[in-house]
Structure formats: C-alpha cells, structure tokens
C-alpha cells in the first residue's frame, strides 16, 4: 500500500492484493481456487496470481524483498533504503494494528 502511494498505484486495491496474496496460506488451500470465489476484478486477479500490471508488478518486488532475493530487489524503481523503510513502516502498522486488536 505504502509503495503503491509512492508509484501513483490505486494504494487501496494494493493493500487488498498484499492481503489476498495470502489466502493460500491461511486456508490451505489453492489460492486460484480461493481468488475465483471472490468478487475480484481482472486485473486484480491477474495481479495476484500472475504478477501482471504495475501492482502485479509491485507484489512481486515486495515478496522478493521478503524473500531476500537482492538481485531483482536491486533492479527496482525502489531504492533499497525506501524499501526498508516502507517494509519497517508496515511491519509497525501490522504489530500495532495486532496489538489493538488483542487489547480492545
């Protein structure tokens, strides 16, 4: 979400792509099998599933970076501070979002 509102990306729709992305993991089960029961547009399936589009794009730098795949990470728009950066952001939000939740 952060990087997209960086790359003038619909920030919205790439939060529901990062989240999405995951579903496989969660459910045990095919994330193709997930994502066609769920009101997605084309290209945000594409994006999911395919990498395609510049938030299919983006999805895919992101899991680079979380998988540590520094050659492709390098050869981003990105710089590698910014996203460090952006990821420690994100990791704060998602902790203090977790810890909201388990307080309230």
Not at 11 to 28: E, P, R, V, W, Y
Not at 35 to 50: E, K, Q, R
Not at 73 to 81: G, I, L, Q
Request: net charge negative; no cysteine; glycine share 4%.
């Amino acid at each position: 979400e952060l990087l997209a509102s960086e790359a003038d990306l619909a920030a919205d729709i790439a939060f529901t792509i990062g989240l999405f992305s995951n579903l496989d993991a969660l459910m045990d089960q095919q994330l193709r099998d997930i994502l066609v029961a769920l009101p997605l547009s084309t290209d945000t399936y594409a994006a999911i599933l395919h990498y395609e589009g510049g938030l299919g794009e983006l999805l895919a730098l992101v899991l680079d970076y979380e998988s540590g795949d520094w050659d492709s990470v390098k050869n981003a728009a990105h710089t590698p501070a910014n996203l460090q950066q952006t990821y420690l952001d994100a990791v704060h939000w998602a902790t203090e979002t977790r810890r909201q939740l388990l307080t309230d």
